[in-house]
């Protein structure tokens, strides 16, 4: 099994910035891929960005050149670098942690999420 814990969240103001972490412990080596999602009041979870093991990243359109997401693969830590933060960007923000074994299914990881409030 792999825990999450995210931190970093908070009340920002529109255009300003705000980092998350999400430290993962546990089943570590099985972890591939990890991300954060997102979801706000009345609304689906929706995927923002994504790293791979390996480094390469993805990003959802809406914050595609303002946010950054990192791994610290020596302390088991993924952020989420926020800049330039918009009121839609107001939700409850969610690590996430894609695990399989020996190319097994593919088994998520939640953390409790953590709210970020972008105040206009």
């Known amino acids: 099994q792999v825990q999450l814990v995210e931190s970093g969240g908070g009340l920002v103001q529109a255009g300003g910035s705000l980092r998350l972490s999400c430290a993962a412990s546990g089943d570590i080596f099985s972890i591939n891929t990890m991300g954060w999602y997102r979801q706000a009041p009345g609304k689906q979870r929706e995927s923002v960005a994504g790293i791979t093991s390996g480094g390469t990243t993805n990003y959802t359109g809406s914050v595609k050149g303002r946010f950054t997401i990192s791994r610290d693969n020596a302390r088991n830590t993924v952020y989420l670098q926020m800049n330039s933060v918009k009121p839609e960007d107001t939700a409850v923000y969610y690590c996430?942690?894609?695990?399989?074994?020996?190319?097994?299914?593919?088994?998520?990881?939640w953390g409790q999420g953590t709210q970020v409030t972008v105040s206009s």
């Open positions: 996430a942690a894609h695990t399989s074994i020996l190319g097994g299914p593919i088994r998520t990881y």
